[in-house]
């Protein structure tokens, strides 16, 4: 039986935040969500940074603990000047989640522009430059994820058209053109996720399926309530669920959790696995700073497994 003392699964570090807008060598007016790798030989967040003028750009970071990061005073990916991804990207680029995949490393972000939400794919080999691949979803699609490797013949990903507030599954038989999508999970009322779910981490294999980690909003008098839940899917049928945890693996409770440009908020785009069997998990606080936190991978497992089933 899980055993859990404390508030939460997952644990802060105590160096939390690691990285506010102070940390960086250029102004901006916020840095958040980020996605998070382990390569061979260093960790790499790419981060959510916002302009002063209000647009969203993505940086590299670097770290050989996981823990002291670098950041790059160049971008990766910034709004792009040349069609198509120009019309789409006018309000910026944000929330990108990396996957390894067939020996190159994939970012799926939100392209964010006068039409709304899309997804686009980049390559890269080396987190310094970047190929940009396609315009990869539909109108108001967000918060997309690759899985590592192909289900039965297929490229799969995890995704959140806007409308429903749910995510889905879909297959593509070259990463560009994407089809046959499926609902995965639902808001559930009266839950902390009654609102609306989301992808956050890329689905990881473990024996018992794919784990993946995703955001719940609850609607409260004060404000919506970000909060980081867990759940896992059937290891060849992704759309279906097998576990998923009723109550959140971390909450906002810190001071940089609670205030900042969106208070009550946690919010990730991605997590490491140690080869000790535990979870980094690399989050936004607030929309204003980047911080981590620690759990053993079987912990979340459990958490997920003893959950009723209320899918």
């Known amino acids: ?112 522009s006068d039409h709304g939400y899309r997804l686009a794919l980049a390559s890269t080999k080396d987190f310094e430059s970047v190929e940009r691949l396609g315009l990869i979803s539909e109108p108001d699609t967000k918060a997309g994820a690759l899985f590592p490797r192909k289900l039965n013949g297929k490229y799969a990903r995890l995704e959140r058209p806007w409308a429903g507030g749910s995510i889905w599954v879909s297959y593509s038989d070259d990463l560009r053109y994407w089809g046959w999508s499926e609902v995965v999970m639902t808001p559930r009322g009266g839950f902390w996720d009654a609102s609306r779910i989301g992808v956050a981490t890329p689905p990881m294999e473990m024996r018992e399926g794919w784990l993946f980690v995703y955001y719940g909003i609850k609607d409260t008098s004060a404000g919506p309530l970000f909060r980081l839940g867990a759940a896992i899917l059937d290891p060849d049928e992704p759309h279906i669920v097998k576990y998923r945890t009723n109550v959140p693996i971390l909450a906002p409770r810190e001071e940089y959790e609670r205030i900042g440009d969106v208070p009550n908020l946690v919010f990730s785009c991605g997590a490491v696995l140690e080869p000790n069997g535990e979870m980094k998990l690399y989050y936004g606080a607030a929309n204003s700073c980047i911080c981590v936190g620690t759990t053993k991978v079987d912990d979340i497992l459990a958490a997920c497994q003893e959950s009723d089933k209320e899918f």
């Open 1 to 112: 039986m899980l055993i859990v003392r404390g508030r939460d699964i997952v644990r802060r570090c105590k160096g939390n935040p690691l990285i506010t807008i102070d940390d960086l060598g250029f102004r901006c007016a916020d840095v958040c969500n980020a996605g998070a790798i382990k390569t061979e030989s260093e960790y790499i967040l790419l981060l959510t940074i916002q302009t002063q003028a209000g647009f969203s750009i993505v940086y590299p970071a670097r770290s050989t603990d996981g823990y002291t990061f670098d950041v790059s005073s160049t971008p990766l990916l910034e709004r792009a000047n040349e069609a198509p991804f120009a019309t789409y990207e006018n309000q910026g680029v944000l929330d990108p989640r990396v996957t390894y995949l067939e020996g190159t490393y994939y970012i799926v972000y939100d392209a964010l």
